[in-house]
């Protein structure tokens, strides 16, 4: 009506007596109509709608994948609510990629204190910070005690130290590459959780196989110990594996008790990996080195 003011004009929406959404047309589709078609038959009849409850990422979501700038929002009678208009879908989006890689980052706390993070004074900071690396510190003297358990294999071959640091800095970059398709992806993807799992596996072992064929070159040239060549190779194939794994399944499991997926899963995922990466690379050097 003149004299309004509107969030949004860019569709016109078309509802029957009952006020039930029919159709929606962008004002490009009914500026290039032909004068004799009508608003319905101008309009899209197959479009995504969402409802007042829709998770609000999903909703930005399927309006990038339909190519719309709006989406309708639709009560249980199909009767139009609103509509969520292009700016707030931008926000919306801005809004979870920056709570995102704060919670991967172990961040705390969200919403606008973990957005104004760099800004906060260093205590509200660290007390946002500092909750998932005390579980890091305590994953840490984990690790410290599986090298323990594994002395005598260190001490019958000392070269078997020195490949730690690739082992479990390759095994935590393979699961954070995993970490960051699956956070949002688990909230978008419809594939049932097995095949991602799978195909996860299948690509953590090709990456290990490729990572481990580079390694024996290397390892043969420094140490000139074909065993120990071999279990950096196989170390780096299983771990990888595990790292993909274990990259997916933490944050689907996240999700499946209601979390967020993205909220803590990069700190445990760390720690879990580094242990396992560990047990890994030592257990199969105790079978084939020592």
Do not use: C
């Amino acid at each position: 009506m003149p004299g309004n003011e509107y969030d949004y004009a860019g569709s016109v929406y078309v509802l029957d007596n009952e006020e039930r959404l029919l159709g929606m047309a962008h004002m490009a589709r009914l500026l290039a109509a032909h004068p004799d078609q009508t608003m319905l038959e101008a309009a899209r009849t197959r479009f995504p709608e969402v409802y007042p409850d829709t998770d609000q990422e999903q909703a930005a979501s399927l309006a990038i994948s339909q190519g719309l700038t709006a989406v309708p929002v639709i009560d249980g009678e199909r009767r139009l609510v609103g509509v969520i208009p292009p700016d707030a879908m931008f926000e919306v989006l801005r809004h979870e990629h920056v709570e995102d890689l704060h919670r991967l980052a172990g961040i705390h706390r969200e919403a606008t204190r973990a957005r104004n993070a760099m800004e906060a004074p260093p205590m509200r900071r660290t007390r946002d910070r500092l909750p998932w690396l005390l579980v890091g510190l305590g994953g840490s003297m984990i690790a410290t005690l599986v090298m323990s358990w594994f002395e005598a294999a260190l001490q019958s071959r000392l070269a078997i130290a020195f490949f730690v640091p690739a082992i479990v800095y390759l095994a935590d970059a393979i699961g954070t590459q995993t970490e960051a398709i699956a956070v949002r992806g688990l909230s978008l993807s419809n594939t049932p959780i097995q095949n991602l799992i799978g195909s996860e596996l299948r690509t953590g072992l090709l990456i290990g196989l490729a990572l481990g064929t580079l390694t024996i070159p290397f390892s043969l040239l420094m140490f000139h110990d074909l065993d120990l060549a071999v279990t950096v190779a196989l170390s780096l194939v299983t771990a990888g594996a595990a790292a993909t794994t274990i990259g997916l399944g933490l944050p689907w499991l996240l999700k499946r008790m209601g979390k967020d997926p993205a909220f803590g899963s990069g700190p445990i995922a760390t720690i879990i990996q580094d242990v396992l990466s560990l047990l890994i690379y030592f257990s199969i050097a105790t079978m084939l080195v020592v």
